[in-house]
């Protein structure tokens, strides 16, 4: 059951925004297939751009909404309409959580209006239940009632306070209900409504799942408070170590203070406005004295930090929305598009690195040869789709290629390299055991090769040898024999 295609990721997506983000990271530019999965309780503008988004790799579905804030009053014909509207491949009946027999009361009424126009989606019926009984009693019913395209739903546990239903409340229940199904109907087309996630991306293309949406990629990234706030904590370590000032520590405490105090004050808006500002005040008093010990002690990584610091500080709207763009970007790279790529290649970081703001993408920092070569062969398109690239640097340990990351001077030595060992082999054990590379190409100099020393890759792999041009020309001919 399966292929290498499946299953698709089909991203949720609700609002132009959403849409523009999945642009940004290039999803019609990847190999394999992906989806998007948009609901009829849109705006116009949304339905719009859905249906004109590039389908070269793109599948796409849409629900009712019927779990969104305002939940679904369109009838079937409407709702059918907006649909075909959208420009669906894919259109889901209205169903009700853990209700089977009103999810089939109303699976009657969709296949039956549904059999009376002329609809270019393909309906899907939805399984509900509250036992893999039950489950498998409401499949049983959609099949009698001609569906050839069923989801499962009703899997997700809903948040405390809120509308959403963003996780699987119980894996092994999940599991279960996909056994049972498939021990029935062992070839059926089949969606998993709301529980893709790349961690249960084997075991969907262990069941033969079509696909899944996906809620959760739009919320991996840090806010620029968070960086803040992360970066504070990193410069009060090193300032400990570099130098004493009673005035910053006095103003550290008051800063404390001040975070409490704007958590308490979420509730007023006024109020946790002028708390706010105190606190950006604050903020540029304490960069001012930074900026101040940047000078005094000379510490090139501790200025680094500090000049972050104050990137962060002063970052407008249109950063600010970048920089979380990015980090989904990496997210996406990383964990999901990387489950369709056939090839890996591996390379050492650069002491060479461009003159932009960081934090930056690993693969924009660096410049060193091989870096230049390869954003060369992208720009000019010529590096393949389904090729995936990570670094392992002497700071940083093992990087995916759009990771953000900070300027840094550190050299790759052996004793480095042993030290790095442990976490390069654990992150790499775990990132490919959720791919499955056809090879593995590795160009790195013999420190930097002590960190993987001995690893088992469980796919034929080759290593770079010679002089730096020699490995240079292996690389490329390499890369170059995978275009698809």
Request: charged share 30%; glycine share 6%; with cysteine.
């Amino acid at each position: 059951m399966g292929n290498k295609t499946h299953p698709i990721p089909f991203f949720v997506v609700d609002r132009p925004m959403s849409l523009k983000i999945l642009e940004y990271c290039e999803i019609n530019k990847q190999s394999g297939v992906f989806g998007l999965m948009g609901h009829a309780n849109t705006s116009k503008r949304f339905q719009e751009l859905f249906e004109s988004f590039p389908t070269d790799n793109i599948v796409k579905m849409a629900d009712s909404g019927v779990f969104s804030k305002d939940g679904c009053k369109l009838d079937y014909e409407h709702l059918f309409s907006i649909y075909e509207g959208m420009g669906a491949e894919y259109g889901i009946m209205i169903d009700f959580l853990k209700d089977k027999e009103k999810t089939i009361e109303s699976a009657e009424s969709a296949i039956k209006i549904y059999g009376n126009g002329k609809y270019s989606f393909k309906l899907v019926g939805v399984a509900q239940g509250n036992t893999i009984g039950e489950y498998a009693e409401c499949y049983d019913n959609l099949k009698l009632l001609g569906f050839d395209h069923i989801a499962i739903g009703g899997l997700l546990k809903k948040y405390i306070n809120t509308t959403r239903y963003v996780r699987v409340k119980d894996e092994n229940f999940l599991k279960g209900v996909l056994a049972e199904i498939r021990s029935n109907y062992r070839n059926d087309w089949l969606f998993m409504l709301g529980c893709y996630n790349p961690r249960r991306h084997a075991l969907f293309k262990e069941f033969g799942v079509f696909g899944g949406d996906y809620k959760g990629w739009i919320f991996n990234y840090k806010t620029p408070d968070r960086w803040i706030e992360d970066l504070n904590k990193d410069l009060e370590l090193s300032e400990r170590k570099i130098i004493e000032n009673r005035v910053l520590e006095e103003l550290l405490d008051e800063r404390v203070k001040i975070t409490q105090e704007l958590e308490e004050s979420r509730g007023s808006k006024d109020l946790a406005g002028k708390i706010e500002n105190k606190k950006i005040e604050l903020d540029m008093k304490i960069l001012s004295l930074r900026k101040n010990i940047v000078k005094q002690t000379n510490n090139a990584e501790y200025s680094l930090k500090v000049q972050t610091l104050e990137k962060f500080l002063n970052m407008d709207k249109d950063t600010k929305r970048d920089y979380r763009f990015k980090q989904i970007k990496a997210y996406l790279d990383k964990n999901i598009f990387s489950l369709f790529r056939d090839y890996l290649l591996i390379i050492s970081c650069s002491q060479r690195k461009v003159d932009i703001p960081n934090p930056a993408p690993a693969i924009e920092l660096y410049d060193g040869s091989i870096f230049r070569i390869i954003k060369k062969m992208y720009r000019e398109r010529r590096l393949p789709k389904n090729m995936h690239v990570l670094i392992i640097s002497a700071k940083y340990g093992l990087l995916s290629s759009h990771d953000l990351i900070e300027k840094y001077d550190q050299k790759m030595t052996e004793d480095r390299a042993k030290e790095l060992k442990h976490d390069i082999e654990k992150k790499l054990d775990k990132f490919l055991s959720n791919n499955e590379f056809k090879e593995i190409f590795v160009s790195m100099g013999k420190s930097y090769c002590l960190s993987i020393e001995d690893f088992d890759f469980k796919v034929p792999i080759e290593y770079a040898s010679g002089r730096i041009g020699e490995k240079l020309s292996k690389i490329k001919r390499w890369i170059e024999s995978k275009n698809e």
